[in-house]
């Protein structure tokens, strides 16, 4: 519903009470079952916000803890810049789940601009899917990377029917859905279009990514971009504002930096996102 303001907050005040609750009575963190799940979905949300500072404050209440949501971590080195944190991540992803440690690494390197990590790590998804047809999340994530790499190396035709694949088979799944992964596949498919210069798909991906989540930033970024391509001033400045609102607690230059790298697409330039201070 993009109520991300009081979800987070108030999942932040529940870890800091479960806490408190483990040190009252004695408890480890790992005796508590529903502990790392609340604390992962604390962190997905504080980086939808773009709240880099306290999402790093709850990855080291992680280390402590020994909690290990790698992929989450991830997600965070992704969206920073912090490649020590996206090798940490990757290499220890790559000893349990090849495929997904695969999907991440190629993510990363599309944030980079790598198109050729894009295409090794793409490879090893499809090798994958070969052996392992019934698995529907590896499916997506070899779909998602495909159709982004598509993208890059200026198919747009394939690169976007891939990556509409993904948003048909997930727009009515709650599971693709929950716990803030909201319009995760139609930010990607607007992306995409926009990196191939389809304003059509691009502004209807994004629109749709804004009515399954009106806080994504991304997507009001890609309809400031457009709209700014189409010399519509005013409106941009209405889709910077709702991106603004949606990273109201992020640090400035985080929200600087996401918004050019978005305007990197619609410009056409597989430019890296650059690190948040690391």
Same mark, same amino acid.
């Given at each position: ?5 009081? @979800? @987070? ?9 479960? +806490? ?13 079952? +529903? ?7 604390? #962190? ?33 080195? !992704?969206?920073? /810049?912090? !490649? ?27 944030? +980079? ?28 994530? #070899? ?13 747009? *035709? @394939? ?11 997930? *727009? ?13 596949? #139609? ?41 700014? #391509?189409?010399?519509?001033?005013? +409106? ?15 640090? /400035? ?11 990197? *697409? ?13």
């Amino acid at each position: 519903l993009g109520r991300w303001d009081r @979800t @987070t907050d108030l999942s932040w005040q529940a870890i800091v009470l479960e +806490q408190a609750y483990h040190k009252a009575m004695n408890l480890k963190p790992g005796e508590d079952h +529903q502990y790392a799940h609340h604390m992962e979905i604390l #962190m997905v949300s504080l980086i939808h916000q773009g709240r880099f500072a306290e999402a790093r404050e709850k990855l080291a209440d992680q280390r402590r803890d020994g909690l290990k949501p790698y992929a989450v971590w991830l997600r965070l080195a !992704t969206a920073t /810049g912090d !490649t020590a944190l996206a090798t940490e991540a990757i290499e220890k992803l790559q000893k349990n789940d090849r495929p997904q440690a695969a999907f991440a690494a190629g993510m990363w390197c599309w944030r +980079q601009g790598d198109i050729d990590g894009m295409r090794a790590h793409a490879e090893v998804l499809r090798q994958a899917r070969q052996s392992g047809k019934g698995d529907k999340a590896n499916e997506l994530r #070899m779909l998602e990377l495909l159709g982004l790499l598509a993208c890059e190396e200026g198919d747009g *035709k @394939t690169g976007l029917a891939l990556l509409k694949r993904c948003v048909d088979r997930t *727009k009515d799944d709650h599971q693709a859905h929950a716990w803030g992964n909201g319009a995760h596949h #139609m930010e990607s498919w607007g992306l995409g279009a926009l990196r191939v210069g389809d304003r059509v798909v691009a502004r209807e991906a994004f629109l749709e990514a804004l009515a399954h989540d009106p806080a994504s930033a991304i997507a009001a970024l890609g309809l400031q971009a457009l709209s700014e #391509m189409e010399s519509q001033s005013a +409106q941009a400045e209405r889709y910077r504002i709702l991106a603004a609102k949606a990273w109201n607690k992020a640090d /400035g230059a985080d929200f600087k930096r996401l918004e050019a790298w978005v305007r990197g *697409k619609a410009a056409g330039k597989p430019g890296a996102l650059a690190s948040a201070g690391n």
